[in-house]
């Protein structure tokens, strides 16, 4: 293209809805635009257009450090085989919601 | 038709046909995101169209429907502004367009919440909430591309001067409009301008643009004189319908 000015110069924004009071923000995709205020907005018509959030963050994509599938083993490998860490031993109370 | 119904059928045609060309953007806009954006600034007015052109029906008597009003009038009876049937030319035209409209639009609704016609008040105050903003969307777009690049600031003012012969129309009273106004049904438009004048200086003037002195104003959309690019977006709105009377999904 001879338009400098294409989709390649807009950064990648991460979206966070969160549903409704009390949950937390769950990522929900990523999207193109030009800065923060226009990201909020893109974010509302793509993924709030059908009442699905009271709250949204924007996060640059570049600022995500993500973990390395290299690391995958020595990550997580070493969680899977202790049963004790995991919430498995008492009864959750039907009142309690969302955990 | 009673003044009543030719006033709902004005604020439903502008509301159908800036829908209408809104449309037109979805898979030519210069992003995917802008695509999602305007195409639900569309919508919105779409939705405010069919509640008004349904009750235009109501209110006439007559038995047509949103869809004979809508579909099986021809140009010469649609009361639509001319701004909004202008072309979208580029994105820069179509926000200016956006900007204008969206301001005078939601200086309108705030007022005609109070309306003492129910059905307008009702109609106002769900949109007043989208359009409140679809003026945003606008001004973030004025503003980015106002005082952003040489290129960009171009084809802002560009689409600036396109858009304004348009402006001076949106503000013309008419008797059928004074009377409804004086029974609180509708509100007089011309009392709009001042309110327009502040937002509107002041986005341009935030965005480094000038403010246009058009040499000629357009007249006449509300008496069903329309600009010559509008028998063809017609054509296009109604040629499915009338293709095949009586379709529905």
Same mark, same amino acid.
Request: hydrophobic share 35%; glycine share 6%; no cysteine.
């Given at each position: 293209m001879?338009?400098?000015?294409?989709?390649?110069?807009w950064p990648l924004w991460e979206v966070f809805v969160r549903a409704k009071r009390g949950l937390s923000h769950q990522h929900v995709g990523s999207l193109h635009a030009p800065d923060a205020a226009m990201a909020l907005r893109n974010a509302r018509d793509i993924y709030t257009r059908r009442s699905e959030g009271v709250s949204i963050w924007v996060v640059p994509a570049a600022e995500v450090v993500a973990s390395s599938p290299d690391e995958k083993d020595s990550?997580?490998?070493p969680a899977a085989d202790k049963a004790y860490r995991h919430p498995t031993f008492y009864e959750i109370p039907d009142e309690v919601q969302h955990l | 038709m009673t003044p009543l119904a030719t006033y709902a059928l004005r604020l439903g045609d502008d509301a159908l046909i800036l829908a209408h060309r809104l449309g037109e953007w979805i898979a030519n806009a210069?992003?995917?995101?802008?695509?999602?954006? &305007?195409?639900?600034? /569309?919508? $919105?007015? &779409? /939705?405010q169209g069919r509640l008004l052109l349904t009750y235009a029906g109501e209110v006439e008597g007559a038995g047509r429907s949103e869809d004979d009003l809508a579909f099986l009038r021809g140009e010469r009876d649609f009361v639509n502004?001319?701004?909004v049937e202008r072309p979208n030319e580029d994105f820069g035209v179509t926000i200016a367009r956006q900007l204008a409209f969206s301001t005078y639009q939601l200086a309108m609704?705030?007022?005609l919440e109070h309306s003492t016609d129910a059905t307008i008040a009702g109609v106002a105050a769900k949109a007043v909430k989208e359009v409140d903003y679809h003026r945003d969307h606008a001004t973030?777009?004025?503003?980015r591309l106002g005082d952003g690049? $040489?290129?960009s600031r171009r084809r802002m003012q560009h689409g600036l001067e396109r858009i304004w012969p348009y402006v001076e129309e949106m503000f013309v009273?008419?008797?059928l409009e004074s009377a409804l106004a004086a029974d609180g049904v509708a509100v007089e438009v011309a009392g709009l301008r001042p309110e327009w004048d502040t937002y509107v200086d002041a986005v341009l003037a935030e965005a480094t643009l000038e403010r246009p002195t058009p040499s000629w104003t357009a007249e006449g959309g509300r008496s069903g004189v329309h600009t010559e690019t509008f028998g063809y977006l017609i054509a296009e709105m109604q040629h499915l319908h009338r293709s095949h009377p009586g379709a529905s999904w």
């Open positions: 001879s338009n400098p000015n294409t989709e390649r110069d990550f997580f490998d | 210069p992003q995917l995101e802008e695509d999602v954006a &305007l195409g639900n600034i /569309g919508l $919105d007015l &779409l /939705g502004l001319q701004v609704y705030a007022r973030q777009w004025v503003l690049t $040489d290129e009273t008419d008797d």
